[in-house]
């Protein structure tokens, strides 16, 4: 059983699909942060991002571990924990650039696919799961929520960790986001067509997992 969420920034998507494997108690996959994970490989050895090629290169010798441990979804790179690292504002800032290059997109494409091979029971989120990495799902939801409210929730989260952007600014970065990921020629931000859209903005994300449980189960009896 495959299940994908897709939804842009701030949409609730990451921590409803990690608290809905959870529950289902199956695999979860979180592709976001694996184009993180180039992202700042990238910019930890100052590599070209506008090169194509030399990206290409270098996202080849990327070694990406995805794993659940105490609660909490850790990510490492080429041996080395970078689960914080990924969600420094730079990363988010040049997040883009990885995004957007069709060669790295196949590849990661070809990686999420092989671990739904070992995990033949997985959420998976991200921004192309149910239109273009598993069109063939059992179940795909597209999460969105106002731009204000997702910003709102981003500017939450860095407060948290003493990063100290305005809401000004992550609301505005977030709408430059929004269009490049919903114009891109490579997989664009889209609902799939069979996508059950969810608007979170009045939603807690208790109510969101809640919905996504009972909507599976229902269909699943």
């Known amino acids: 059983m495959i299940i994908t969420i897709d939804g842009p920034a701030g949409s609730g998507k990451s921590t409803a699909a ?8 199956i695999a979860y996959l979180d592709t976001g942060a694996m184009y ?26 990327c070694d990406i571990k995805l794993a659940r441990e105490n609660a909490c979804n850790k990510v490492w790179l080429n041996g080395k924990d970078i689960t914080e690292a990924i969600r420094r504002p730079q990363v988010t800032a ?6 957007s290059n069709p060669a790295i997109r196949a590849q990661l494409v070809i990686k999420q696919r092989d671990i739904a091979i070992q995990h033949p029971s997985l959420v998976t989120e991200g921004r192309d799961q ?31 960790k003493n990063l100290g952007l305005s809401f000004e600014e992550i609301l505005d970065s977030q709408q430059q986001r929004d ?24 939603m807690t994300i208790e ?15």
């Open 18 to 25: 990690a608290q809905l494997a959870q529950r289902l108690a």
């Open 36 to 61: 993180r994970a180039i992202t700042l490989c990238a910019l930890e050895q100052k590599i070209n991002m506008d090169d194509p090629a030399e990206m290409e290169r270098m996202a080849q010798t």
């Open 94 to 99: 040049a997040a883009h650039l990885v995004a």
């Open 130 to 160: 149910g239109t273009v990495v598993f069109p063939q799902a059992d179940f795909k939801f597209y999460l969105d929520a106002s731009a204000e409210c997702r910003a709102k929730r981003r500017w939450q989260e860095l407060q948290q």
């Open 179 to 202: 269009q490049r990921d919903s114009t891109r020629t490579v997989a664009p931000l889209k609902p799939a067509e069979e996508a059950v859209v969810i608007d979170t903005t009045h």
């Open 207 to 221: 109510e969101v997992v809640d919905y996504l449980y009972n909507y599976i189960k229902g269909k699943r009896l």
